[in-house]
Nanobody
């Protein structure tokens, strides 16, 4: 199976920056798309940014121009650089990967346990 571990969350003032990291480990044959989701209290989980194995990216409209997703395919890592943070960015951020755990297995969706990002005003 594939395990995802996030790091880099924390408390930051509005206008500040944070960099989230996620590493995939375990039995990994191939990782396709990777992404970051977030869930604020009382709200549904939403896709913040995603990146394909070829590097194509997609962003939530409200974070365009402020957040940048990147990945290191050789090290099975994905990053989310967050700048100009706003209080409304406060949420638990989850790493997500669309991966094939072993040759011959079907692709599956994996989630990390989440990291808290809190932006104070």
């Amino acid at each position: 199976q594939v395990q995802l571990m996030e790091s880099g969350g924390g408390l930051v003032q509005a206008g500040g920056s944070l960099r989230l990291s996620c590493v995939a480990s375990g039995s990994i044959f191939k990782i396709n798309a990777m992404g970051w989701y977030r869930q604020a209290p009382g709200k549904q989980r939403e896709l913040v940014a995603s990146i394909t194995i070829g590097g194509s990216t997609n962003y939530l409209d409200s974070v365009k121009g402020r957040f940048t997703i990147s990945r290191d395919n050789a090290k099975n890592r994905v990053f989310l650089q967050m700048t100009s943070l706003k209080p409304e960015d406060t949420a638990v951020y989850y790493c997500n990967a669309d991966a094939i755990p072993s040759f011959g297995f079907s692709r599956q969706n994996y989630w990390g346990q989440g990291t808290q990002v809190t932006v104070s005003s």
